[in-house]
Nanobody, 127 residues
Framework: QVQLVQSGGGSAQAGGSLRLSCAAS????????MAWFRQVPGKKREGVAA??????????YYASSVEGRFTIAEDNAKNTIELLLNSLKSDDTAMYYC??????????????????WGQGTQVTVSS
């Protein structure tokens, strides 16, 4: 059974940085794609970044709104996925969720493609 436990986040000034962490446990084949989503009240959950965890290689994907500012990183030794948030903007304020899917990252921007979810962590950016 996959479990995802999130940590990090919090508050930052615009232009600042934050780090989110997702500690994963369970079969690796159930987590071939891991992603970060975010959601603000009244809006649908938005895919922010994802990483395909192949046997021989990994590939990262980013939403255009965060590319160049956010970085998704794996720590295979710790079985952890991190999201590094740099150059933060007020529009980045949201609840952030870690997610895992067993079917790869073909539909990584679609929340229903993910079977497992972390508990969520708030990121608040003040201008």
């Amino acid at each position: 059974q996959v479990q995802l436990v999130q940590s990090g986040g919090g508050s930052a000034q615009a232009g600042g940085s934050l780090r989110l962490s997702c500690a994963a446990s369970g079969p690796r084949h159930d987590m071939t794609c891991m992603a970060w989503f975010r959601q603000v009240p009244g809006k649908k959950r938005e895919g922010v970044a994802a990483v395909f965890r192949g046997n021989a290689y990994s590939t990262s994907y980013y939403a255009s709104s965060v590319e160049g500012r956010f970085t998704i990183a794996e720590d295979n030794a710790k079985n952890t996925i991190e999201l590094l948030l740099n150059s933060l903007k007020s529009d980045d304020t949201a609840m952030y969720y870690c997610a895992a899917a067993r079917g790869g990252c073909m539909d990584w921007t679609i929340s229903s493609a993910f079977q497992y979810w972390g508990q969520g962590t708030q990121v608040t950016v003040s201008s």
